[in-house]
């Protein structure tokens, strides 16, 4: 079995974030294609024995391999009347950009042996092997510089 998922999710204006007529708090994220639209693939192979219920041994084995991309970028911009809203500035934008990768593989076997009508002895074993990456990235833009002034969160 073969499964691909794309999700592209944004909102095409900004999102008021502190639910109040206050220019306080918004949330951008309309940042293009390239930007918060998550890609997964997923494989799955398996083999089994035959469902012959007359035969004691039955058996299942396979493969779990998945990959995904996920590049987020969202902007949280502090507005006019963000000192009302307990923020120590106004008219700021924290910008996050973060890029994930994950790719896991899985290989599994079962097996089912029956000894009697009524006792089954079952066993199994699952190895999985995951690697994750992540690149963290945080600016702080001053209004109305459209140039970010600093990171406060390294790259990593």
Excluded: C
């Amino acid at each position: 079995m073969t499964a691909y998922q794309s999700n592209y999710r944004f909102y095409r204006k900004p999102f008021d974030a502190d639910f109040s007529p206050l220019d306080a708090i918004t949330i951008i994220n309309n940042y293009g294609k390239n930007w918060n639209h998550v890609n997964v693939i997923t494989q799955k192979l398996k083999f089994s024995s035959s469902r012959d219920i007359t035969h004691p041994l039955k058996w299942t084995a396979g493969t779990y391999f998945f990959h995904q991309y996920s590049p987020v970028k969202q902007t949280a911009r502090f507005g006019e009347e963000a000192l009302l809203a307990g923020l120590p500035d106004k008219n700021f934008s924290l910008i996050s950009t973060t890029i994930s990768k994950s790719t896991g593989l899985a290989v599994y076997g079962q097996g089912a042996y029956m000894v009697s009508g009524k006792l089954n002895i079952i066993a199994g074993l699952r190895y999985v092997i995951e690697r994750k990456k992540q690149s963290v990235f945080g600016e702080y833009q001053k209004d109305p510089d459209t140039n970010p002034a600093f990171a406060f969160r390294k790259r990593i």
